[in-house]
Nanobody
Framework: QAQLVESGGGLVQPGGSLRLSCAAS????????MGWYRQAPGSSQREVVA????????TLQEAVKGRFTISRDNANNTVYLQMNDLKPEDTAVYFC????????????WGQGTQVTVSS
């Protein structure tokens, strides 16, 4: 079955960097639009941070443009989120997402990885 496993979260000081990874299995990875979402402490909603299409076209939330980069490695079924110049407001649980739209309705989530930005 489909599985998404995130890694790379942790505690970092403001201005620091982290790279999140999401390894996918059980899906035809190069057919899925991949994305990173986050859920801030005390919030019940997940917000989209970045997405990347099958062909590598990326979109970023306005608040992270210029600081975050999303990329994918189709050969290794992995999507990355490079986060630079981290701010306290980036603190959240980050979730990997795989979405088959428009080719199907399949939609999968990872378990999440905690990112904490604090001095």
């Amino acid at each position: 079955q489909a599985q998404l496993v995130e890694s790379g979260g942790g505690l970092v000081q403001p201005g620091g960097s982290l790279r999140l990874s999401c390894a996918a299995s059980g899906i035809t990875f190069n057919m899925y639009r991949m994305g990173w979402y986050r859920q801030a402490p005390g919030s019940s909603q997940r917000e989209v941070v970045a997405t990347i299409t099958l062909t590598g076209v990326s979109t970023l939330q306005e608040a992270v443009k210029g600081r975050f980069t999303i990329s994918r490695d189709n050969a290794n079924n992995t999507v990355y989120l490079q986060m630079n110049d981290l701010k306290p407001e980036d603190t959240a649980v980050y979730f990997c997402n795989a979405n088959l739209s428009p080719y199907g309705s399949a939609n999968y989530w990872g378990q999440g990885t905690q990112v904490t930005v604090s001095s």
